[in-house]
């Protein structure tokens, strides 16, 4: 008889578990359509990865199996967005190539304001926060030249200012960063996303 309950209680508990796990798969998909990250982030589309955390901050850029999407399919999708960051970054620069390599949209966002706001190249500070050749980020058919080791590893939004330029101290560069995310949230909660 034990035997019989012991099985039964199993049985039980396995059964409410998958239900619970399909019924927050739901939940995260509802969730994650409306722009926050896939780590269940309060702010939209991952600010609060966007400068801090590094590379392994745990947000990642590939759509999931619970339906969130990457950054180039958010910024293709809002248009309003997409309008406002092409006014922000250098002529023919193509921000859904761009925007695929980060690992959230607010990071990307934030990315454009700090090279609008500082005058920093684009595709250096692209090249910077993803590891990936700065020729990646620049316009068809142009050349930037950006310092030595650049795109060398990873690093943070304000790690990559002070390294493109030397002449902001960590205050100033984390502050930058700081200014550059609000203006991110901003042009995410004015375009609906």
């Not at 982030?41 to 990865?49: A, I, L, T």
């Amino acid at each position: 008889m034990r035997k019989a309950l012991a099985v039964i209680a199993v049985g039980a508990t396995m059964l409410w578990l998958s239900a619970s796990a399909a019924m927050a798969q739901g939940q995260s998909q509802n969730h994650t359509s409306h722009g926050a990250s896939a780590a269940g982030s309060h702010e939209p589309m991952g600010m609060d990865h966007a400068m801090g955390g590094g590379p392994n901050n745990g947000v990642g850029k590939s759509s999931t199996a619970t339906g969130s999407k990457t950054p180039d399919e958010l910024l293709t999708q809002n248009t309003q967005l997409a309008s406002k960051l092409q006014s922000l970054v250098p002529q023919g620069t193509d921000l859904q190539a761009a925007a695929a390599s980060f690992k959230n949209l607010g990071q990307f966002v934030a990315a454009v304001h700090v090279s609008h706001n500082l005058k920093i190249p684009f595709a250096c500070l692209a090249s910077d926060m993803t590891g990936t050749a700065a020729a990646n980020f620049a316009p068809s058919g142009t050349t930037v030249t950006c310092p030595d080791g650049t795109g060398a590893k990873r690093m943070t939004l304000g790690g990559s200012i002070k390294a493109l330029d030397p002449s902001v101290d960590n205050t100033e560069a984390k502050q930058d960063a700081k200014t550059a995310m609000n203006q991110a949230k901003n042009d995410m909660k004015g375009s609906g996303k």
